[in-house]
């Protein structure tokens, strides 16, 4: 299983950035798609998830703001994030659960994606 992140970059306070992940070896759409962040000094935390039937979960920091939405035909899930302050500069990774919990929760997740750097100014 490998899970690809892209999207990233740099984008002004207020700004909008659509990150993607690709997902293969995986041969059913049964699965829970996380993305999680890391910004500089911190430690790692969960942002949003969505499952198999498109339920969808977001931290309570990014809700209003972030969609996390899932094409399975093409086995891709986005996350898209508007209004961006400072405090989202991180990290983000996504990453795959092949189980049946529906969380953010980092040790719940089997597979995990290199990470795309977003960065916003101020």
């Known amino acids: 299983v490998q899970l690809q992140a892209s999207g990233g970059g740099l984008v002004q306070a207020g700004g909008s950035l659509t990150l993607s992940c690709a997902v293969s070896?995986?041969?059913?759409?049964?699965?829970?798609i996380g993305w999680f962040r890391q910004a500089p000094g911190k430690e790692r935390e969960g942002v949003s998830c969505?499952?198999?039937?498109?339920?969808?979960y977001s931290v309570d920091s990014v809700k209003g703001r972030f969609t996390i939405s899932r094409d399975d035909a093409k086995k891709m899930v986005f996350l898209q994030m508007n209004n961006l302050n400072a405090e989202d500069t991180a990290v983000y990774y996504c990453?795959?659960?092949?189980?049946?919990?529906?969380?953010?929760?980092?040790?719940?997740?089997?597979?995990w994606g290199q990470g795309t750097q977003v960065t916003v100014s101020s």
């Open positions: 969505i499952n198999r039937g498109g339920n969808t």
């Open positions: 990453a795959a659960d092949l189980g049946p919990q529906f969380a953010v929760v980092e040790i719940m997740y089997d597979f």
């Open positions: 070896g995986i041969t059913s759409s049964y699965y829970t």
